[in-house]
């Protein structure tokens, strides 16, 4: 029992569903493929094919391109990449559920046709602004067309005209007679097709009649026999007329019962995120940000270029629940997710972001000279499994410019050089231990002119080698993380932020662009583990002591690192 249409458009017998399949649940995720997808579509996409997935049902994947001129080839494939990258597919049991409102085209036509022919539907050449005034308000009913009560040939007629070309843009309109009074203003004769001599990415010059996308909405939703129609609240208005719609259709043959039912959820949103395509276009535009890729953005190819995984995203949308209530989720959500995703799978490395050299200046003794002392590490400290990474310590490392300091601040047990304390006592460097590797003691720094620290000076404490029994013959409070300077990879470090330093950057009427954060991208130069030379693109890591980090999907290439900070070990931004 195929319950799939399949059939010729307009034909009933398509609606001839098994019993089985009755049973099942049938959802839609149907974007307009007029820009790219945000954090917001992902929600959608998660909780329709998700149901789908949880009641052995089917999610169809259904352009809706009733709107020649804003949309195009490039925004359908991105969309389509996006579905599948968070973990989705339109097949179910070898049949490709992927659908076009163009698909059905024709039958809409035809079903217009029938709603004049049973006066419910007439054409209407009031100007666009007439029709504004007329349709009155919250309070006050609207007026009728002129053109409302036109005999059915005679808007039969125009509407062929229309559709042959004969009209200009705009001069009329076919409307649903439905009731001008209707304290429902959704209902008050909403325009169901449009004149545009457009080319459509799909159809081409087929037509120059588009249908609207109310209009079209319920009817490919009945066409696939979608059980349920999920869409965000704001349509909760429109349910009436979805409704009304059909039944008409029903009543004329055209579609057959169960009818698809429409169901409201709140939609997402997310502090400091911003997702109106209108603004994020502006961001893009007037180059606040480096493209819709931007891995600042909230689109899904900016989050998944700044590192988020699909299963980060999934959690996310999960966690965030589906209500009728409008909801703010906290930006910090976002990152929780991602964070508990890749602490399980990310490999760890380290990485000197701010690095200033490190003088092992005892090495030829300890060592002898020429000598590199081979450190390992695990790749992942709770699986084994993931195998273990190896580097060599050298005389010379980078290190944090933040770990020595001069004039160190009480409890502070990184490097700090031998000195006088203001009883006149002499004491002794401090010793830090060089994580994975040896125990070390400072033994001061060297200055340029200026005054600028341009490297540090310590001494290695023999046998003190971790995962050597000498390990804790010496105690330390403080761990270094370096990067050997003669293997060490150099690597560019793109250091992002939220892009917007308000909760609510576009809130009360302000102007968005004014809540720019700008702090959101510093870009700085890295020493990296050597063995991420081979790093492929895309790939995600835990950078000690820094956070999450990703090699760039785009600039990422071999003989040129580049990493994007996904998110921070910890919660920076917690109130
Ligand atoms: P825009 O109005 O910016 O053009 P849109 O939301 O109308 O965007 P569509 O392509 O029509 O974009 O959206 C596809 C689906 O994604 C719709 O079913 C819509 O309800 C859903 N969707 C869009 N934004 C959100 C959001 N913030 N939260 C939940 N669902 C959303
Ligand atoms: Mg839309
Ligand atoms: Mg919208």
Known sequence: AQRRFAGTPGDAAHHAAGPLDTAKIRTRFPPEPNGYLHIGHAKSICLNFGLARDYGGVCHM??????????????????????????????????????????????????AQYLITAGHAYVDAQSADEMRANRGTLTEPGKDSPWRNRPAAESLALFEEMRDGKHADGSMVLRAKVDMASPNINLRDPA????????????????????????????????????????????????????????????????????????????????????????????????????????????????RRRGYTPEAMRLFCERTGTTKSHSLIDYSSL???????????????????????????????????????????????????????????????????????????????????????????????????????????CKGCEKDAAGNITAVLAEIVPDTKSGTPGADSVKVKGVITWVSVSEGLSAEVRLYDRLFKEEHPDAGGRDFLEAINPDSKKVVTAFVEPGLATTEAGTSFQFERHGYFVADRKDHVAGKAVFNRSCTLKDSWAK
């Open 62 to 111: 259904r352009f809706d391109d009733t709107n020649p001129e804003k949309e195009d080839q490039e925004f359908v494939d991105s969309i389509l990449d996006a579905v599948q990258w968070l973990g989705f597919g339109w097949n179910a049991n070898g049949t490709e559920h992927l659908y076009h409102a163009s698909d059905y085209f024709e039958f809409m036509y035809r079903a």
């Open 335 to 441: 990152e929780i997710a991602l964070r508990e995703d890749l602490d399980e799978k990310a490999p760890r490395a380290m990485a000197v972001l701010d690095p200033v050299k490190l003088k092992l200046t005892n090495w030829d003794a300890v060592f002898g000279a020429g000598h590199v002392e081979p450190c390992s590490a695990p790749v992942h400290p709770h699986h084994e499994d993931m195998g273990r990474r190896s580097f060599n310590l050298t005389p010379e490392v980078w290190i944090e410019r933040e770990d020595f300091m001069e004039e160190p601040p009480k409890g502070y047990h990184r490097l700090t050089p031998p000195r006088t304390d203001a009883a006149g006592l002499e004491l002794a460097g401090n010793k830090a231990r060089l994580k994975y590797g040896y125990v070390i003691e």
């Open 192 to 303: 169901i097709y449009r004149i545009r001599h457009a080319e459509h990415h799909r159809t081409g010059n087929k037509w120059c009649v588009y249908p609207m996308y109310a209009y079209a909405h319920p009817i490919e939703d009945a066409l696939e026999q979608i059980t349920h129609s999920i869409c965000t609240l704001e349509f909760e208005d429109q349910r009436p007329w979805y409704d009304w719609l059909l039944a008409r259709l029903v009543e004329g043959g055209l579609l057959a019962a169960p009818l698809p039912h429409q169901y409201e959820f709140a939609r997402l949103n997310v502090t400091y995120v911003i997702t109106s395509k209108r603004k994020l276009k502006q961001l893009v535009d007037d180059k606040h940000v480096d493209g819709w890729d931007d891995p600042r953005m909230p689109t899904i190819v900016g989050l």
